[in-house]
């Protein structure tokens, strides 16, 4: 991991903004185009969906139509909602829509959400994902080749595949395929079958190092691959404003995302690993209490430092390179621009992190 960073940006947390929108205000679909043109421009390296208020799908046909050569993923769409056939071809229509810049990357989502918001019987996710990911590809292959479709595992057997269902091939057929993961087994399955891995905001320097590299080497192994094909992926969680004063409000914002994050115990793996399960136990104590206000403080400065990346625009790059250069490929990096001057911030910043 020699190379460059890659930067990405996400743009339905509205942090990269034309002024199109008052800030802080969601994402209008309509405003979609626009925001990726802009992306564009200032030279970011992709641009980036979530699925929480509008089909991830939708949004990237509309960037593809106003942009040339950035790239447009999901930074996680939930996969076992979707059958991997209907999956499969969102992302084969994207691939042709954009001239292969489509980037897919897959998430599960936990138990309560696939039963009680999907109404889905919930699996394993780690097997689940390496057979989601598997009959994908398979569907892919009998697009582009021909080849009668033959998949079977645990949980998808697929063998049907008409003429009339069938797109045929694509000039791009080879569509990049990310899973976010934060636990010894969903970053084995990344290693072992994907193109990358999209790790949480909460992994620390420390956590990628002992836990997420070894265990997507491991995987990597199981398949044979070598694991320098995996891309790692890191969404930092970032503080940065143009001057200290500034910075001392971003920082409270900050301290209260970290300290959220340290009252949830799917993160708790993370805290553990520092000697901070006793204060995440605390926090989770007081979250389900419902004492909002009482969990920022427990984030003392060394967690703060140690889970977020803080700075001034004129430091921020040079400590992203600390953290991450040789660690990470890509990281999602976002900062506000509303007028020409914030572009021109925005792409000293990226100038300085791929330097």
């Known amino acids: 991991m020699s190379t460059p960073l890659k930067i990405e940006t996400l ?27 802009v992306a564009e421009d200032a030279g970011l390296d992709a641009v980036l969906v979530e699925e929480t208020k509008d089909d991830p799908f939708q949004l990237l046909a509309l960037g593809a139509t106003s942009t040339s050569n950035i790239q447009l993923g999901t930074s996680v769409a939930i996969a076992f909602p979707r059958s991997p056939t209907v999956t499969a071809m969102s992302a084969w229509s994207l691939q042709k829509l954009s001239n292969g810049r489509f980037l897919l990357g897959l998430g599960t989502q936990v138990r309560a959400h696939i039963q009680r918001r999907y109404g889905f019987e919930w699996h394993a996710p780690a097997p689940w994902m390496r057979d989601y990911v598997n009959a994908m590809r398979a569907v892919w292959n009998t697009w582009q080749t021909g080849e009668p479709l033959h998949f079977e595992s645990e ?39 994907a193109d990358g891995v999209r790790l949480h905001p909460v992994c620390t320097a420390k956590f990628i190092d002992e836990e997420v590299l070894p265990n997507v080497a491991r995987g990597a192994a199981r398949a044979n691959r070598d694991v320098d094909e995996v891309e790692v992926c890191m969404k930092p969680l970032v503080g940065t404003a143009a001057t200290d004063e500034q910075l001392e409000a971003v920082i409270r914002t900050v301290r209260a995302r970290v300290g959220f994050y340290l009252s949830t115990p799917s993160y708790r793996r993370t805290f553990a690993l520092h000697d901070w399960e006793g204060i995440a136990r605390q926090a989770s104590q007081l979250s389900r209490e419902q004492r909002w206000e009482e969990i920022p403080p427990l984030v003392h400065d060394d967690m703060l430092h140690t889970v977020a990346t803080i700075g001034t625009h004129d430091e921020i790059a040079t400590k992203l390179r600390e953290r991450y250069l040789g660690r990470v490929d890509r990281i999602e990096f976002s900062t506000p621009v509303n007028n020409p001057d914030d572009a021109d911030v925005l792409r000293n910043i990226l100038k300085e992190v791929r330097a």
């Open 155 to 193: 949980h998808y057997n697929l063998d049907v595949m008409v003429p009339l269902f069938d797109p045929g091939p694509i000039d791009h057929p080879n569509i990049p395929v990310h899973v976010t993961a934060i636990g010894p087994n969903m970053c084995a399955v990344g290693g072992e079958v």
């Open 11 to 37: 743009l339905p947390l509205g942090k990269l903004d034309p002024g199109l929108r008052e800030p802080d205000t969601p994402l209008d679909i309509r405003d979609f185009a626009a925001l990726a043109a």
